[in-house]
Nanobody
Framework: QLVESGGGSVEAGESLRLSCVGS??????MAWFREAPGKGREGVAF???????NYAWSVKDRFTISKDNANNALYLQMNSLKPEDTAIYYC???????????????WGQGTQVTVS
């Protein structure tokens, strides 16, 4: 089970840090996705089991994904937020390296991020 937290409402230019907790994180490839109203689910950031990362071009240099295997926690540091970042953000995990593909097996319930 994956549980996200840290969402909220901020103004453009501000920062938020999302968290996702669960179990056995060292076994999984993990990612953050987001879904804005009327749009499909978009892969935002990916981290593999060794810590290598990959980002969507729209968030590159603004967002940072990290993982703490000892505490089974996944993070997404979001800086310089823009109104177009407004969405529900989900963490996802899989035993297969899916990068930013949306076919992950395990998903959290999502946390709302609103940027005005």
């Amino acid at each position: 089970q994956l549980v996200e937290s840290g969402g909220g409402s901020v103004e453009a230019g501000e920062s938020l840090r999302l968290s996702c907790v669960g179990s056995d994180f060292s076994r999984y490839y993990m990612a953050w996705f987001r879904e804005a109203p009327g749009k499909g689910r978009e892969g935002v950031a990916f981290i593999d089991r060794g810590g290598a990362t990959n980002y969507a071009w729209s968030v590159k240099d603004r967002f940072t994904i990290s993982k703490d295997n000892a505490n089974n926690a996944l993070y997404l540091q979001m800086n310089s937020l823009k109104p177009e970042d407004t969405a529900i953000y989900y963490c996802a995990a899989d035993s297969v390296n899916l990068q930013l593909s949306r076919f992950y097996t395990y998903w959290g319930q999502g946390t709302q991020v609103t940027v005005s």
